[in-house]
């Protein structure tokens, strides 16, 4: 009887068990997201401390927004116009948008640092801005 206490006691001391490691001011688990909102800034809990998430004053994501052009021809024509959005140095291009005020065709084009959208029109005006999001 003794050797099957033992036994069970050692399985028990075996016996996988989770181990929760903790960050304090304030108390947080490990993986655990806050927001400060005093600094703006998103802090991640490594089971010890908070540390800041991206860890550089410089983000992982860019907004690049080209000019805000305008199409116009007032009688039997044509123009065509595109605003480019560039990806600052260091950044390339993620994915972008074409932005109208109304519904219109229009087409698009990438490279590796910039996204451009071109609108045709015929006796009327539009208006047409690209935006790129532009990551490291």
Known sequence: MFKNKLTFFFFLML???????????????EGQLRYDS????????DGTSWGQV???STPDIQV?????VTASCASTCTDTK??????????KFAAGNC???SSWSWSFANTA????????????????????????
């Not at 016996?15 to 688990?29: I, N």
């Not at 959208?117 to 005006?125: I, L």
Request: charged residues 5%; proline residues 6%.
């Open 82 to 91: 595109t605003s480019t959005a560039t990806c600052p140095a260091g950044y």
């Open 64 to 68: 690049a927004t080209g000019a805000l």
């Open 15 to 29: 016996w996988p068990s989770t181990v929760w490691a903790t960050c304090s001011a304030p108390v947080g688990g």
């Open 99 to 101: 932005y109208l005020p």
């Open 38 to 45: 005093a600094t703006k800034k998103v802090y991640v809990c």
């Open 54 to 56: 991206g860890g550089s």
């Open 113 to 136: 640092t910039t996204y451009s959208c071109t609108v045709s029109v015929s006796n009327t005006a539009r208006q047409i801005q690209a935006v790129a999001y532009c990551i490291k």
